[in-house]
């Protein structure tokens, strides 16, 4: 399996170590819009989990602007979390950046729009999330409108700092103030699904296991 560690953040780590679908459930009981739409892993072996930095993308103006030179500027722990208004025509990532980031150690990207020269992606192990991959560059076609804002990545509004954590079954993302209660709930929930794993297992009834520890209501939202 391919993964990026993440860089001495507790809450990231311990966000990292749950399964996906366990954080999905811990975001519906809390009331948490969380699960990114359509944003998926290039390979299914990769994951990634860290502390977002934005920047979102509009049609180019009379200027035509750039794509932007950001990537020098993240820190370990960071993650290039790109709004690219979920267009498929137009990348907004590709070979250079997927060096200049695997080299820096940046745990992965997250694109809300398509990447480009995924060979090298694959090549280096360096975990990129988004809609799919063509070839067509974004230069004079989009532009880096404004950094460290709050974006939107398959539907679910990010703000700078807001940990994302990503796996073969997609990526959902956590804001910042609720990461130890969203960590709390999924862990929670994990340790109930082992209880009826395990139940199972051992020769019991999957309803019966179910029901001895209120599985129905694991993901219903806390009142």
């Not at 290039?80 to 200049?100: C, E, F, I, K």
């Not at 073969?168 to 929670?188: C, H, I, K, T, Y």
Request: glycine share 12%; net charge negative; proline share 5%.
């Amino acid at each position: 399996m391919t993964t990026a560690e993440p860089a001495g953040d507790p809450l990231v780590d311990g966000l990292a170590a749950q399964d996906i679908s366990h954080l999905s459930d811990a975001l519906d009981r809390l009331g948490i819009a969380g699960q990114c739409a359509g944003i998926r892993p290039l390979d299914r072996s990769f994951r990634l989990a860290g502390r977002a930095y934005t920047i979102r993308y509009v049609p180019v103006g009379l200027s035509r602007g750039t794509v932007g030179d950001y990537i020098d500027d993240l820190a370990p722990g960071q993650i290039p979390v790109l709004d690219n208004s979920g267009r498929l025509d137009a990348t907004v990532w590709g070979d250079l950046l997927t060096v200049t980031a695997h080299r820096k150690g940046l745990p992965g990207t997250v694109i809300d729009g398509i990447c480009r020269d995924t060979e090298r992606s694959l090549e280096v192990g360096y975990p990129i999330f988004s809609r799919g991959q063509w070839m067509r560059t974004g230069k004079d076609r989009v532009q880096a409108d404004a950094y460290q804002v709050p974006v939107s990545i398959g539907g679910v509004r990010i703000e700078p700092g807001d940990i994302l954590v990503g796996g073969a079954d997609g990526l959902v993302a956590v804001p910042a103030s609720r990461a130890a209660e969203v960590l709390d709930v999924a862990m929670r929930i994990a340790a109930s699904e082992e209880r009826i794993r395990a139940a199972v297992l051992a020769g019991g009834r999957l309803d019966e296991a179910r029901t001895a520890v209120g599985y129905h209501d694991l993901q219903h939202r806390a009142q």
